[in-house]
């Protein structure tokens, strides 16, 4: 579908109209009441929230961007029919909890089906890595959207990145900036309920469909040259570092990592004062910068572009460190006032 108009201007109002169209979802949805009856999350011990609040997120995002993909972005049709799946999957799960094995059956359904359709032309074994990538991008969308306003945010930098990069980058698509821009668009009205203090969560139903986009629209603009195989990695790292590292520490733990808890950067940021809307602006500020430096480093050497990803890398382990020293310092705090 060709839109007439220039390619960057098509991206602004197709955003624009996406961020409207959630936006009315899901004020429906409050207004009427029916977003209590789809899906609310229950506070528990390990809750960053202190009241029931609808886990409704996706009900409008999802719905938005799948639309917006199949009219705008036909080529595109099997990434809007996975993300469709995953979102019917997860709402199930939102409202009445499905086993593991189940939810992750369903995300490997929707990667491999993208893979084997869709193989990159790259020996098995790197696409077997590929996949395997994609998953876990699926998985840890989900457990990263756990305060307010931070997985919205994530996708509004993060997709809106994809789309700049694929419509100004080395080799422009224009269906796939079309559809990231729609995918930021719709995060961008979800955020508008999201940020703190938030009315309405993304829910499953919300965060692993947009797990899902990350990874295959990532790997769509790699396999069509918009990009290196580096750039959804350094795009997505704020939310690929906390959650790889937390589930490593967890797993040396001999924990079940699927389980809910409250190891995540973010949320020990939250735990030990920053609060939530503190902690959302704080980790705007860092997807700002990776995403910028993201674009910026495309049109680079390649020796260039692997160095800036190592030395962002580099950034984020010592901002986990210095997290790391404070909820030290924050625990110990707290075992002097119990003693005293």
């Not at 979800?190 to 965060?207: E, R, T, V």
């Amino acid at each position: 579908m060709h839109l007439p108009i220039s390619s960057p201007l098509a991206a602004a109002w197709i955003a624009l109209a996406c961020c409207v169209l959630c936006a009315a979802i899901l004020a429906f949805l409050l207004k009427s009441g029916l977003a209590w009856r789809l899906a609310t999350d229950i506070p528990n011990e390990r809750s960053l929230h202190a009241r029931p609040t609808p886990r409704v997120g996706g009900w409008g995002v999802v719905p938005v961007a799948v639309l917006a993909i199949v009219l705008l972005a036909p080529s595109l049709w099997l990434i809007a029919i996975g993300a469709a799946f995953l979102a019917t999957v997860s709402q199930i799960d939102d409202r009445r909890g499905l086993p593991a094995r189940v939810r992750f059956a369903a995300h490997f359904i929707a990667v491999l089906a993208l893979t084997v359709v869709y193989p990159a032309p790259v020996p098995w074994w790197c696409l077997v890595g590929l996949a395997f990538l994609m998953l876990w991008l699926v998985n840890l969308y989900n457990f990263m959207d756990g305060a307010d306003g931070l997985a919205g945010g994530m996708a509004l930098f993060g997709f809106g990145a994809y789309a700049v990069a694929a419509l100004f980058g080395p080799a422009p698509m224009l269906e796939l900036g079309w559809a990231c821009a729609a995918v930021a668009g719709a995060a961008a009205g979800f955020l508008l309920f999201n940020f703190h203090p938030a009315k309405i969560f993304l829910g499953d139903a919300g965060s692993i469909p947009a797990g899902f986009l990350a990874g295959a629209l990532g790997y769509w603009g790699w396999r069509g040259g918009a990009w290196p195989v580096w750039f959804p990695a350094l795009v997505f790292s704020p939310f690929i570092g906390d959650a790889s590292i937390t589930l490593i520490r967890r797993l040396l733990r001999g924990e079940k990592f699927w389980q809910a808890h409250r190891e995540h950067y973010y949320q020990r940021m939250v735990r030990f004062g920053a609060g939530h809307a503190a902690t959302a602006l704080t980790w705007y500020l860092v997807m700002f910068v990776g995403t910028v430096l993201a674009v910026w480093t495309l049109n680079r050497p390649a020796a260039l572009q692997w160095g800036i990803v190592a030395g962002w890398a580099v950034v984020l382990v010592v901002m986990g460190a210095a997290i790391d020293a404070r909820w030290r310092n924050f625990q110990s705090l707290g075992r002097k006032t119990e003693v005293q």
